[in-house]
């Protein structure tokens, strides 16, 4: 079982940059493709971004192509997304998640360890 944290949410503002992360802990993450999903409420989970196991292979919602930025360190069990030119419509709650087939996929049906979500807000 993996059980997945997430760190690095806060209050910014618009234009600022901010850098999530999210820790694997319960077994290695070296297999597993993840993927960061966001949620504001009253909308269903919107795909952000995702890489592949070997790290080589990344995907990114239009929204936030040239902005933000995954990567994935496997030595230290944890994926990175690097955002930055944060604007407004980015505010929401982020969510990383372990797809265990290791592709890291745009959709949410393959992923099956979910972390508890972390705050993201921009705001002037």
């Known amino acids: 079982q993996v059980q997945l944290v997430e760190f690095g949410g806060g209050l910014v503002q618009p234009g600022d940059s901010l850098r999530l992360s999210c820790t694997a802990s319960?077994?290695?993450?070296?297999?597993?493709?993840v993927g960061w999903f966001r949620q504001v409420p009253g909308k269903g989970r919107e795909f952000v971004a995702a890489i592949g196991w070997t790290g080589r292979s990344t995907y990114y919602a239009d929204s936030v192509k040239g902005r933000f930025t995954i990567s994935k360190d496997n030595a230290k069990n944890t994926v990175f997304l690097q955002m930055n030119t944060l604007k407004p419509e980015d505010t929401a709650v982020y969510y990383c998640a372990a797809d265990p087939y290791g592709l890291g996929q745009t959709s949410e049906g393959p992923y099956r360890h979910w972390g508890q979500g972390t705050q993201v807000t921009v705001s002037s």
């Open positions: 319960g077994r290695t993450f070296s297999t597993y493709g």
